[in-house]
Nanobody, 115 residues
Framework: VQLVESGGGLVQPGGSLRLSCAAY????????MSWYRQSPGNEREWVAT???????EYAESVKGRFTISRDNAKNTVYLQMNSLKSEDTAVYSC??????????WGQGTQVTVSS
């Protein structure tokens, strides 16, 4: 099993980025998918989750600015990030969870918000 994130980079405050997480060798549609982030000196922070049925949850810090979505045909989960702030700077990682199965993590993608 492999989760591969992409789409990170450098963006100015107020800008947007869309992250992708492609999953390999698992039945993607059966997994709850989440995004987490970690900045230097801080613990890993939960950002958003999308469940098998498509329902979503967000951390208060990103609610109204970030949107998580999934495309089961492409085995991919997305994180659309708008109105980015400097405090959104972090390594963003995706996680796949299914009851009774191991938890899988991607390697992460760097997002830097700076002028």
């Amino acid at each position: 099993v492999q989760l591969v994130e992409s789409g990170g980079g450098l963006v100015q405050p107020g800008g947007s980025l869309r992250l992708s997480c492609a999953a390999y060798d698992l039945i993607f549609s059966n997994y709850i998918m989440s995004w987490y982030r970690q900045s230097p000196g801080n613990e890993r922070e939960w950002v958003a989750t999308i469940r098998v049925a498509g329902t979503t949850e967000y951390a208060e810090s990103v609610k109204g600015r970030f949107t998580i979505s999934r495309d089961n045909a492409k085995n991919t989960v997305y994180l659309q990030m708008n109105s980015l702030k400097s405090e959104d700077t972090a390594v963003y990682s995706c996680k796949a969870v299914q009851m009774g199965r191991p938890v899988y993590w991607g390697q992460g993608t760097q997002v830097t918000v700076s002028s």
